[in-house]
């Protein structure tokens, strides 16, 4: 089992940064997929980016040049920095992991969230 802790959310002024992070512990292996998501109420959960253990990127368009997401392998850590933040941008950001322990087996794991409010 896989347990993740966000951090790093709070209130910010508009065009202004933060810095996400996701710890993970438990049995982290196997990763086959790790991403940042957000859900504003009402709303659905929404991909923002993902990353692979390869340290490949993905982006959600809207998201592209303002988010940056990566990784710390070693502290087990994800980050998602971002920048340029809109009032739009404020939600409950979740960090997600699959893991795919055996062959036909996967598992999703999710953390309870961090709160962004971004202010106008």
Known sequence: QVQ???SGGGL??????LRLSCVASGRV???SHMGWYRQAPGNQRELVA???VSGTT????????RFTISRD????TLY?????LKPGDTAGYYCHYRIAPVVERE???WGQGTQVTVSS
């Open 50 to 52: 993902g990353i692979t």
């Open 58 to 65: 993905n982006y959600a368009d809207s998201f592209q040049g």
């Open 80 to 84: 998602l920095q971002m920048t340029s």
């Open 73 to 76: 392998s070693a502290k087990n």
């Open 107 to 109: 598992f999703s794991f």
């Open 12 to 17: 910010v002024r508009s065009g202004g940064s």
């Open 29 to 31: 292996s196997a990763i």
């Open 4 to 6: 993740l802790v966000e």
